[in-house]
């Protein structure tokens, strides 16, 4: 199975500040790579799929990056609603993996 | 407004079953993939199984391999995930999601279904 690492689990942010999230595939995914947002009680949020594509109605402040195994997830100027938790995932090769979350907090 | 719709979680015994339903409105669920992903309580996301959009093709983690059956009905908009011999490790919030047309990501999920598998 491909091991998704992502960094950091957690960080304290402010609203205005710039977030940087990453994620490494244990082995070369292409650009098979998703990032969603969850927040508790809420369904979760694909914000980029492929990994720099963004989703529909997704606020162009999130961005994403990266390709073989190294990506990154930023969010340019953070806001009240995008405290959450955020998770890459690769669907590169079946079991589709998830990495073990970032939870952005103040 | 598309959407889906999870139902039949709760509360059962380890070694017990349970089938969970994901009804869906609002597009053509026929041409879709469709997922099952569960979150533990204070855990992150993990993927469970798919199913292709015509039931021809199923897969699952290695985790429930064996134990849990995902199946559809298209005619009537539903999806299926047949949970037996049920550990205490498969206590979670269930989420059935919907793979997008062209591209391999999770476009749209339900509001998940609580599983407490007890003794």
């Known amino acids: 199975d491909i091991q998704m690492t992502q960094s950091p689990s957690s960080l304290s942010a402010s609203v205005g500040d710039r977030v940087t999230i990453t994620c490494r595939a244990s082995?070369?995914?292409?650009?098979?790579l998703n990032w969603y947002q969850h927040r508790p009680g809420i369904a979760p949020k694909l914000l980029i799929y492929a990994a720099s594509t963004l989703q529909s109605g997704v606020p162009s402040r999130f961005s994403g990056s990266g390709s073989g195994t190294d990506f990154t997830l930023t969010i340019s100027r953070l806001q009240p609603e995008d405290f959450a938790s955020y998770y890459c995932q690769q669907t590169y090769s079946t079991p589709w993996t998830f990495g073990r979350g970032t939870k952005v907090e103040v | 407004e598309a959407q889906l719709v999870e139902s039949g979680g709760g509360l059962v015994q380890t070694g017990g079953s349970l089938r969970l339903s994901c009804t869906v409105s609002g597009f053509t669920f026929s041409s879709h993939w469709m997922h099952w992903v569960r979150q533990a309580p204070g855990k992150g996301l993990v993927w469970v199984s798919r199913?292709?959009?015509?039931?021809?093709?199923?897969t699952y983690a290695d985790s429930v391999k064996g134990r849990f059956t995902i199946s559809r009905d298209n005619a009537k908009n539903t999806l299926f995930l047949e949970m037996n011999s049920l550990r205490a490790e498969d206590t979670a919030v269930y989420y059935c999601?919907?793979?997008?047309?062209?591209?391999?990501?999770?476009?749209?999920w339900g509001q998940g279904t609580m599983v407490t598998v007890s003794s």
């Open positions: 999601a919907r793979d997008g047309l062209n591209f391999r990501a999770f476009d749209m």
């Open positions: 199913i292709h959009s015509d039931g021809s093709r199923t």
């Open positions: 082995q070369t995914i292409a650009t098979y």
